[in-house]
């Protein structure tokens, strides 16, 4: 089946769920002008991306069980792991909902952000939380009779405050309208993003179909885990070199991590590597909304050799994943191939 195919496979089961919500809202009493506006917030936020980490959950357990394609999968099996995908679309939701509002974003996967839509304001943060409430009662009407309910609520519950850890220390590091590079450090970069990212983009699709699957071993979840917290931090890494040296006809858009204040691996590299004097560029150009100050910190970043500091960091890293995943144990039923399905989609990523 093509990604194509599989996105809308995927994509079909999303209006079930729509409806599955709004009858329990209808159960409630709510009225209709109220289940119309959650039913708004639902189709605008949740099934415009990418679907990655939902169709992750789908391609994982297909490997874990040795299926060959998802034609193999029983229509149940399909429903409830498309199920448990949508519950990590709907936690990207209300991640997303929310942060464009503490970050006063414009515009999100080429629409308004929600907050900005007419009428909505501020409503949005409450449609934040309906998001996330979303997911618990899906767990709840499709896997309360499955021994492995518990551990679902548990990793959702554990993944989202790991999230929410990771967006802390990024806005305090970072606030957009005040500059302070003293904050910044390779070291706190790398908190932010293992938390911020990595846990709810990488480990938490593999955890779920793992579960689904039956492979609920401790050591097994360890050794997703050691592979695929750091495969999060390398992807975010790519992201942050992109953004800074990758052609904006490749990656799809213009970087503004400079201009933004983004406490970014690329800025973070350069401190640690900088004269007193690229120092004084930085603390002065750094997080400015003005081109030729973005200019001045390229230039730095240029000397300092960034671009080649960062393809070292790739082949060294792509290299320490491949021996870890050489070395997984599978007596107790998880494969290494689900992991080096992971990193063969991110390795070498030119967007």
Same mark, same amino acid.
């Given at each position: 089946?093509?990604?194509?195919?599989?996105?809308?496979?995927?994509?079909?089961?999303?209006?079930?769920?729509? =409806?599955?919500?709004?009858?329990?809202?209808?159960?409630?009493?709510?009225? *209709?002008?109220?289940?119309?506006?959650?039913?708004?917030?639902?189709?605008?936020?949740?099934?415009?991306?990418?679907?990655?980490?939902?169709?992750?959950?789908?391609?994982?357990? !297909?490997?874990?069980?040795?299926? =060959?394609?998802? !034609? *193999?999968?029983?229509?149940?099996?399909?429903?409830?792991?498309?199920?448990?995908?949508?519950?990590?679309?709907?936690?990207?939701?209300?991640?997303?909902?929310?942060?464009?509002?503490?970050?006063?974003?414009?515009?999100?996967?080429?629409?308004?952000?929600?907050?900005?839509?007419?009428?909505?304001?501020?409503?949005?943060?409450?449609?934040?939380?309906?998001?996330?409430?979303?997911?618990?009662?899906?767990?709840?009407?499709?896997?309360?009779?499955?021994?492995?309910?518990?551990?679902?609520?548990?990793?959702?519950?554990?993944?989202?405050?790991?999230? *929410?850890?990771?967006?802390?220390?990024?806005?305090?590091?970072?606030?957009?309208?005040?500059? =302070?590079?003293?904050?910044?450090?390779?070291?706190?970069?790398?908190?932010?993003?293992?938390?911020?990212?990595?846990?709810?983009?990488?480990?938490?699709?593999?955890?779920?179909?793992?579960?689904?699957?039956? $492979?609920?071993?401790?050591?097994?979840?360890?050794?997703?885990?050691?592979?695929? $917290?750091?495969?999060?931090?390398?992807?975010?890494?790519?992201?942050?070199?992109?953004?800074?040296?990758?052609?904006?006809?490749?990656?799809?858009?213009?970087?503004?991590?400079?201009?933004?204040?983004?406490?970014?691996?690329?800025?973070?590299?350069?401190?640690?590597?900088?004269?007193?004097?690229?120092?004084?560029?930085?603390?002065?150009?750094?997080?400015?909304?003005?081109?030729?100050?973005?200019?001045?910190?390229?230039?730095?970043?240029?000397?300092?050799?960034?671009?080649? $500091?960062?393809?070292?960091?790739?082949?060294?890293?792509?290299?320490?994943?491949?021996?870890?995943?050489?070395?997984?144990?599978?007596?107790?039923?998880?494969?290494?191939?689900?992991?080096?399905?992971?990193?063969?989609?991110?390795?070498?990523?030119?967007?």
């Amino acid at each position: 089946m093509s990604k194509a195919d599989k996105r809308d496979k995927f994509l079909s089961v999303f209006p079930k769920l729509v =409806d599955e919500l709004k009858s329990i809202l209808s159960g409630y009493g709510m009225t *209709e002008d109220a289940i119309q506006w959650y039913e708004n917030s639902l189709n605008y936020n949740t099934p415009g991306g990418k679907l990655n980490r939902g169709l992750s959950v789908v391609d994982t357990y !297909a490997i874990l069980k040795g299926k =060959d394609s998802y !034609a *193999e999968l029983s229509e149940e099996e399909y429903f409830k792991l498309a199920m448990l995908g949508w519950c990590i679309e709907l936690l990207q939701a209300y991640f997303l909902v929310a942060d464009d509002m503490m970050d006063k974003s414009i515009t999100r996967r080429g629409q308004p952000c929600w907050y900005r839509v007419a009428e909505v304001g501020e409503i949005a943060i409450n449609d934040a939380f309906m998001l996330e409430g979303a997911i618990y009662c899906l767990l709840k009407n499709h896997f309360k009779q499955e021994k492995y309910y518990v551990d679902l609520l548990e990793l959702f519950h554990d993944v989202t405050f790991q999230t *929410e850890l990771g967006q802390l220390l990024d806005l305090i590091t970072a606030p957009e309208e005040r500059v =302070d590079l003293s904050k910044f450090s390779l070291e706190r970069h790398s908190f932010i993003v293992r938390f911020k990212t990595a846990y709810y983009s990488f480990y938490l699709p593999v955890a779920l179909a793992m579960y689904a699957a039956g $492979i609920n071993d401790e050591r097994d979840l360890k050794q997703a885990r050691d592979v695929l $917290i750091p495969l999060g931090e390398y992807f975010q890494i790519q992201d942050d070199f992109l953004d800074c040296f990758g052609k904006p006809e490749d990656i799809g858009k213009i970087g503004t991590d400079i201009q933004d204040n983004k406490c970014s691996w690329v800025v973070n590299t350069a401190l640690k590597l900088c004269s007193t004097e690229q120092r004084q560029v930085l603390d002065t150009n750094y997080g400015k909304k003005d081109s030729e100050c973005e200019a001045k910190c390229k230039q730095v970043f240029s000397e300092l050799k960034i671009d080649a $500091i960062y393809h070292d960091y790739e082949e060294k890293t792509a290299h320490d994943l491949r021996n870890l995943i050489q070395s997984t144990d599978e007596s107790r039923g998880f494969k290494g191939q689900v992991l080096s399905a992971f990193l063969d989609k991110v390795y070498k990523r030119q967007k």
